[in-house]
């Protein structure tokens, strides 16, 4: 079955810890994105990459990481620096550079404690 | 800049009613219009897209009309069923800049039996 896959589905840390969210497609997708959902606040875009070694901030950038070393795997670093971590995280990819439509995995719930 | 506007939620209905969902956009482009569809604890799905102006969108019997003149993409269903319950994002893409996609906020609906 082609997809995206995230893990884990819920993830618990403990404050000042760094967490790194596992997001891999199948589909042969380009372009690969992460989103922070929180409740009223639809989807905002921490960070996108377009081709492999390449990527760019997006809205929410600050306290996050990534890496694009395969093009299958676009995994994101919460760090110590994000205030405010706990959210629903969401990957997506897309088939082509114009993000016409984007595929989304099933979402990773991260909670700080 | 590219914004989404849709209704505020919760919107209630009552099994078998006719469903609107309003969303109206600004893009200086010529943009691709979306309806993603979120169910409880799962990522987004791609419910119907339009990609140029009088283009309509269906799938699961859920309907929406690309209207430049009004710049709007109302989400619309004759019957809605319990299982329509979830949370509705419209969207938008102009494909040829930053390959990004500009989401609304969500509107969240529930169906009672």
Known sequence: ?113 | GDSVTQMEGPVTLSEEAFLTINCTYTATGYPSLFWYVQYPGEGLQLLLKATKADDKGSNKGFEATYRKETTSFHLEKGSVQVSDSAVYFCALSVGNRDDKIIFGKGTRLHILP
């Open chain 1, 1 to 113: 079955d082609g997809g995206i896959t995230q893990s884990p589905k819920y993830l618990f840390r403990k404050e000042g810890q760094n967490v790194t969210l596992s997001c891999e497609q199948n589909l042969n997708h380009d372009a690969m994105y992460w989103y922070r959902q929180d409740p009223g606040q639809g989807l905002r875009l921490i960070y996108y990459s377009q081709i492999v070694n390449d990527f760019q901030k997006g809205d929410i950038a600050e306290g996050y990481s990534v890496s694009r070393e395969k093009k299958e795997s676009f995994p994101l670093t919460v760090t110590s620096a994000q205030k405010n971590p706990t959210a629903f995280y969401l990957c997506a990819s897309s088939p082509r550079r114009d993000a016409n439509e984007q595929f989304f995995g099933p979402g990773t719930r991260l909670t700080v404690l």
